[in-house]
């Protein structure tokens, strides 16, 4: 059973065509139509040919679709919403993939009164950006956030949930709210730290940038991944879950204090009981599938 | 030509028995012995036989060397060198491959007054520790620093140097000074970082450690696998390069403060700059073969 038979993805980048990509793998007989605001990137669609057609407005891409998925920036959102909106069909279900949810969910209840708005997230990605980067099996045993609005109709839910289903994700329920709170934890504060960290490192006047790079697999290069993410993507992020993200960060700066001090007293035990505690973590996620248990993450030595 | 022809390690966790594996595959007449202070390691690496000889005592394990590595804590350089003194050949060459190089040097030659002590880094290395976690190519296409004191001996130190190429690394001659400084931002604090992101993640009431655990692929799970390093060697690196880890923390304190107000001003400019800039020290990192080409670090996906 097809939950969709005509899918329109708007924003063909990393995860857009992704989702292109395992839906043609795994639900072949969907019917599919893109769009992007790039005519570049509509050009390389053409060529990649990972979706059936490719319309030059967001209008024409949603005209006879049965689900509108956006995987534009969450600023964007709300800016794609009024564009679709006098060609969306009434029995439409609109989804998107954005990192937070609140600030979605409000965007697109304005810009689409009376739609079927049923907004996901899943949590998976890579470093790199664009209709090239994608793949049909970027999804497979990550997790999808679904966090349909209070009052959202049942069937629509549950179509959205099968459909991620079937492109190899495992599907979890959460409150928008909640949504963004641990996100801000497990995604939002990492690449905040890791943005930073780049930048620190990349300004030194006594450590030459060539040593930094020289140097990196002692830790850095580690950082740099996530670093070398989409900055409009990212800066979209930080700005539209403003709230949890100052409050991760203050908790991380408070504990980052601590440390500070424990090095500053030399207390080592202080250091040690945390060294160990931190190891477990990294147990447990490679236990629950969530990680390579590959050492190094299975970099090639 | 072997720059050396009965190598001694001290201490057989994944960095000694990662250079014992290295010496066998890459030099297979040297005469490899080795010790461990602890009886369950050095039981265990009998039955891996990765050296000829494995002693009870860290003396036994020098008397006929000439060259002995340190592959200790940090913290314990000084104790295994008072340890090692009165068996310690004249002609001998001590080395090690601590992560912080000043500290190391004045402990060591406190210890061993008159030895010619060349000390090295190899910046390299997995999360996992132990002599079944060591193998041959850790050290290959990666950098091994070497640190030698003023006036030391310019033949050992360049036997130290043949000796690390052979194992596959590349060789740079550095001030102790220098190194501490240039590894305290490559290496140090990014590990002091990542353990203190993954402490905050375990620390919150709103969010369960399942939660954490099940969504780290939005980023977190990368800062798990450096804290998951060895909770000893990294406590100590942190107390013997204490001014220069303390100095890069502070640097990075203020960095991200400077983040924090830009997200609370809603200054998305200065967020989308310092993103792009941080992108492009990823480029030089895979452009310079100092991390994998694949995304996402080539984990299976």
Redesign the interface.
Known sequence: MLPFARVTIIGLGLIGSSIARAVQATMPTVRLTGHDASPEVRERVRELGFVDDVTDTAGASVVDADLVILCVPV?AMGAVGAEIAADLPADAIVSDVG?SKISVLAALAEALPGATIIPAHP??G???SGPD?G?A??F?G??C?VTPPEGADATAVERVEIFWKRLGADV?RMDPK?HD???A????????????????????E??T?S???????????????????D??M???V??SN?DA??E??Q???E??TV??RA??W?D?DA??D??????A?????IE?G???AA???????
Chains 1, 2 share one sequence.
Request: net charge positive.
């Open positions: 600023g990192s949590v998976a890579t470093e790199n980067a793949f099996t970027l497979n990550r997790w956030i979890e909640h709170l641990v996100l934890v497990t995604s939002h504060l990492p690449h905040l730290i890791a943005y930073t960290i780049v930048g620190t490192a990349s300004d030194m006594e450590v940038q040593e930094v790079i020289k140097y990196s697999a002692g830790g850095f290069r580690d950082f740099t991944r996530i670093a070398a993410s900055p409009t990212w800066r979209d930080f700005l403003k993200v100052l991760m960060l908790r991380f700066s504990d980052l440390l500070q090095i500053r030399g080592g250091l040690f945390l060294f160990t505690r931190t190891r973590v990294r147990r447990s996620i629950q969530q990680d390579d050492p190094d993450f299975g970099r090639s030595h």
